[in-house]
Each structure stands twice: as C-alpha cells, then as structure tokens.
C-alpha cells in the first residue's frame, strides 16, 4: 500500500477522533486536538523526510496529550477512547517508519 495513502487514511481517523473530542465540550481537548491534526497535516505535506519525522512525533505527543485530557473526563469520553487507540497505533507506526528514514531514531517514542 502506498505510504501517503497510509497517512491518508491516518488523517482520517485523526479526525474522526477530533469530531468526538468536540462533542465532549472541553475546550482544552479541543485545542490540543486540533494540534494534533495540525502538525499530522504538516507531515502529510512535509518536503523532507526530517520534517516528516518531527511533524508525526509532534502529532503524536499531543494525541497522547489528549489521552491524558480525556481520562479527566471520566465516562463521559468513552466514545472517543476507541477511536484514539486507533489514531495512536496508526500514529506510531508512522512515526516508526518516518524513523526508520532517519536511521531508525525511535528515541523520540518514548
């Protein structure tokens, strides 16, 4: 499968994710989500690999800033709990492959 239709579909998912977190009327989730989606249309974009690579660990870091947000929440985001998991292992296997052209710098993951 081709790489950017991975990430296509990435993006999709991601704002699926960000459709419910607007339901959830918080407005820190909403930011913060919203910036995910951002810097994940930044790597879409991305001319060099290097930008690539930052722009998805960027993304990365603030969907799992939005994890943190929603747990706050309690019951209330239980819809968009499946729907991060997903953005979030999509995440990071694209984060994985864009390091591997960055000879294999996985530090970033944590």
Known sequence: MNMRFKR???????????????????DELVRVSRLMLHHLTVSHHAQKREDEAKALFVSLTYLRDCKDLMEGLGSAAAAA?????????????????AAAGEDGQTRMLG
């Open 81 to 97: 709990r499946p729907l991060w998991s997903r953005v979030h292992d999509r995440l990071e296997k694209d984060c994985l492959d």
């Open 8 to 26: 296509f579909l990435t993006l999709q998912f991601a704002l699926a994710f960000d459709r419910a977190c607007s339901t959830l009327e918080n």
